[in-house]
C-alpha cells in the first residue's frame, strides 16, 4: 500500500510541474499538427493587408458639400451690457437758515425750472433790509454835506494864500485853511464809506431774502418729498433730490480692444429688459480707461419725452462702426484645428485645407466671420471627415443670401 501510494504521489506532481512550469512546451507539442496551417493562414491575411495600408488618408478622395461664399462690407457694431441713467440728478440744499413755512411737494411731482420748492421764513431779515434801505439816503446826505465842506474850506484856502502873498495874511493862517480843506476831504471819504457800507448791507440782505426761496434749478422729477412744514433748515440742508430724465444716458463700457470702433457722434440703439428698443448717439467717450476694468465710459444721449425710461433700467447696446468684410456662413461649418484654432475648412483647386477666422456678429441667418479671402469655396457638409491635403470631390449648393 505504501508503494502504491508514493507512486501517485509521484505522477500527481510530474502532471502538476509540466501543466505549471512546462505549460508552453506541452502546448506547443500538442498543437504542432495545425501550425504550418496556421502560420499559412497569417501570411495570406498579411498579404491581403498591404494593399489596404498602402492606401493613405491623402489619397483617398472624399465627398463634401462646399459653399462658394463671396464677402460683402457690413457694420462690424460693438456690443455692449450697460444700464440708463438720468440726464442730471442733484441735492438742491439750503443755502440760509429758517423754519420751513411751505408745504411740501411729494416724490414724484414734475417740476420746471424756477418752481419753488422750500420757503423759508425771512425772520428779521426784512426788517434788517428796511433799516440798511433808510440809512443809504441818509449816508448819501452826508457825503454831499461833507463834499461841500471841501470845496469851502478850498476857497479859504485860496483866500488865505492870495493875501499872504500881499501881506494881508500870516503863515497860520494859511496852514490853517489847508487844515481845514484836508478835514473835509477826510469828511468825504467817511462819508462815502458809509454809503459804500449801507449798499453792501442792501444788497447782502436782499441776496439772504431771496435765498429764502429754494427753486428748482432744471425742470424734472422730484425722486424725494420736498423738506417737510416746519423743518428747520441749516445751510447745507436737503430741501429734496430731483432728477431730468429727458433726454436719458445710455451708459457702457467698451473693452480696450474693441474702444477704437466708437467715435462720437455714432448712432447707437439699445434694448432694454422690458423689450423695448430705443435709438440714439454717442455723446462721450472716455480719454482715461477705469484702473479695475480698463475698459472706457461710453454714453448715448436718448429721447424720452414720455418719460417712460426709469434711471437704472439694465440695456443691450449696439454701437454702429466703420463697415468690415465678412462671410455670413451657417454656424454649423465652423470648426478647430489641431491647436484649438477657430476656423473653417475651404476647397482650393479640390484640395481640403483649414483657415482660422474671427467672429463679428452672430444672427439668427448665420455667423458673420472675418479673415478668409474675397472669394472662398466654404465646406459646410463634412468638413469634419477632412484634413489639410486631403482631396474632396465637391458638390456645390447655392450661395448664401
Same mark, same amino acid.
Given at each position: 500500500?505504501?508503494?502504491?501510494?508514493?507512486?501517485?504521489?509521484?505522477?500527481?506532481?510530474?502532471?502538476?510541474?509540466?501543466?505549471?512550469?512546462?505549460?508552453?512546451?506541452?502546448?506547443?507539442?500538442?498543437?504542432?499538427?495545425?501550425?504550418?496551417?496556421?502560420?499559412?493562414?497569417?501570411?495570406?491575411?498579411?498579404?491581403?493587408?498591404?494593399?489596404?495600408?498602402?492606401?493613405?488618408?491623402?489619397?483617398?478622395?472624399?465627398?463634401?458639400?462646399?459653399?462658394?461664399?463671396?464677402?460683402?462690407?457690413?457694420?462690424?457694431?460693438?456690443?455692449?451690457?450697460?444700464?440708463?441713467?438720468?440726464?442730471?440728478?442733484?441735492?438742491?440744499?439750503?443755502?440760509?437758515?429758517?423754519?420751513?413755512?411751505?408745504?411740501?411737494?411729494?416724490?414724484?411731482?414734475?417740476?420746471?425750472?424756477?418752481?419753488?420748492?422750500?420757503?423759508? *421764513?425771512?425772520?428779521?431779515? !426784512? &426788517?434788517?433790509?428796511?433799516? @440798511?434801505?433808510? $440809512?443809504?439816503?441818509? +449816508?448819501? /446826505?452826508? =457825503?454831499?454835506?461833507?463834499?461841500?465842506?471841501?470845496?469851502?474850506?478850498?476857497?479859504?484856502?485860496?483866500?488865505?494864500?492870495?493875501?499872504?502873498? *500881499?501881506?494881508?495874511?500870516? !503863515? &497860520?493862517?494859511?496852514?490853517? @485853511?489847508?487844515? $481845514?480843506?484836508?478835514? +473835509?476831504? /477826510?469828511? =468825504?471819504?467817511?462819508?462815502?464809506?458809509?454809503?459804500?457800507?449801507?449798499?453792501?448791507?442792501?444788497?447782502?440782505?436782499?441776496?439772504?431774502?431771496?435765498?429764502?426761496?429754494?427753486?428748482?434749478?432744471?425742470?424734472?422729477?422730484?425722486?424725494?418729498?420736498?423738506?417737510?412744514?416746519?423743518?428747520?433748515?441749516?445751510?447745507?440742508?436737503?430741501?429734496?433730490?430731483?432728477?431730468?430724465?429727458?433726454?436719458?444716458?445710455?451708459?457702457?463700457?467698451?473693452?480696450?480692444?474693441?474702444?477704437?470702433?466708437?467715435?462720437?457722434?455714432?448712432?447707437?440703439?439699445?434694448?432694454?429688459?422690458?423689450?423695448?428698443?430705443?435709438?440714439?448717439?454717442?455723446?462721450?467717450?472716455?480719454?482715461?480707461?477705469?484702473?479695475?476694468?480698463?475698459?472706457?465710459?461710453?454714453?448715448?444721449?436718448?429721447?424720452?419725452?414720455?418719460?417712460?425710461?426709469?434711471?437704472?433700467?439694465?440695456?443691450?447696446?449696439?454701437?454702429?462702426?466703420?463697415?468690415?468684410?465678412?462671410?455670413?456662413?451657417?454656424?454649423?461649418?465652423?470648426?478647430?484645428?489641431?491647436?484649438?484654432?477657430?476656423?473653417?475648412?475651404?476647397?482650393?483647386?479640390?484640395?481640403?485645407?483649414?483657415?482660422?477666422?474671427?467672429?463679428?456678429?452672430?444672427?439668427?441667418?448665420?455667423?458673420?466671420?472675418?479673415?478668409?479671402?474675397?472669394?472662398?469655396?466654404?465646406?459646410?457638409?463634412?468638413?469634419?471627415?477632412?484634413?489639410?491635403?486631403?482631396?474632396?470631390?465637391?458638390?456645390?449648393?447655392?450661395?448664401?443670401?
Amino acid at each position: 500500500m505504501r508503494v502504491l501510494s508514493v507512486l501517485v504521489a509521484i505522477i500527481v506532481s510530474a502532471v502538476l510541474y509540466l501543466a505549471v512550469f512546462e505549460r508552453d512546451r506541452l502546448l506547443s507539442f500538442a498543437g504542432a499538427t495545425d501550425a504550418p496551417t496556421k502560420a499559412t493562414e497569417t501570411v495570406e491575411t498579411a498579404e491581403e493587408a498591404e494593399p489596404e495600408a498602402a492606401t493613405d488618408d491623402t489619397s483617398r478622395i472624399v465627398s463634401v458639400v462646399a459653399l462658394k461664399s463671396e464677402a460683402r462690407d457690413i457694420d462690424s457694431a460693438v456690443l455692449l451690457r450697460g444700464r440708463t441713467e438720468a440726464a442730471r440728478q442733484v441735492d438742491v440744499r439750503a443755502e440760509t437758515s429758517g423754519l420751513i413755512i411751505s408745504e411740501p411737494l411729494r416724490k414724484g411731482t414734475s417740476v420746471t425750472e424756477g418752481d419753488l420748492m422750500c420757503e423759508i *421764513d425771512p425772520g428779521t431779515r !426784512e &426788517t434788517v433790509l428796511k433799516q @440798511a434801505q433808510t $440809512s443809504l439816503p441818509e +449816508a448819501r /446826505a452826508r =457825503v454831499t454835506e461833507a463834499m461841500a465842506r471841501q470845496a469851502e474850506a478850498e476857497i479859504n484856502y485860496n483866500a488865505a494864500t492870495k493875501l499872504s502873498e *500881499d501881506g494881508f495874511a500870516s !503863515e &497860520t493862517r494859511v496852514a490853517s @485853511a489847508k487844515a $481845514s480843506i484836508e478835514a +473835509a476831504m /477826510a469828511g =468825504v471819504e467817511a462819508a462815502k464809506s458809509g454809503v459804500e457800507s449801507a449798499e453792501v448791507m442792501i444788497a447782502a440782505a436782499q441776496e439772504d431774502i431771496e435765498r429764502l426761496n429754494v427753486k428748482a434749478p432744471f425742470a424734472g422729477l422730484l425722486e424725494t418729498d420736498t423738506a417737510e412744514l416746519g423743518t428747520l433748515m441749516q445751510p447745507g440742508a436737503l430741501c429734496a433730490t430731483i432728477i431730468q430724465l429727458d433726454p436719458i444716458k445710455l451708459v457702457g463700457f467698451v473693452p480696450e480692444t474693441e474702444v477704437v470702433k466708437v467715435k462720437t457722434g455714432a448712432l447707437a440703439g439699445a434694448r432694454l429688459t422690458s423689450g423695448r428698443e430705443v435709438q440714439g448717439q454717442v455723446t462721450f467717450l472716455s480719454r482715461s480707461a477705469d484702473p479695475q476694468t480698463r475698459t472706457f465710459r461710453v454714453e448715448i444721449q436718448v429721447a424720452n419725452s414720455d418719460l417712460s425710461i426709469r434711471d437704472g433700467q439694465t440695456a443691450e447696446i449696439l454701437i454702429s462702426s466703420e463697415g468690415e468684410l465678412a462671410h455670413l456662413l451657417p454656424a454649423s461649418a465652423l470648426t478647430l484645428d489641431d491647436e484649438g484654432a477657430l476656423g473653417v475648412r475651404i476647397v482650393d483647386q479640390e484640395v481640403a485645407g483649414f483657415t482660422p477666422i474671427s467672429i463679428l456678429r452672430d444672427t439668427p441667418e448665420g455667423v458673420w466671420v472675418a479673415g478668409l479671402r474675397e472669394i472662398e469655396d466654404v465646406i459646410v457638409t463634412g468638413q469634419e471627415y477632412v484634413i489639410d491635403g486631403v482631396k474632396v470631390d465637391v458638390t456645390y449648393k447655392d450661395v448664401a443670401q
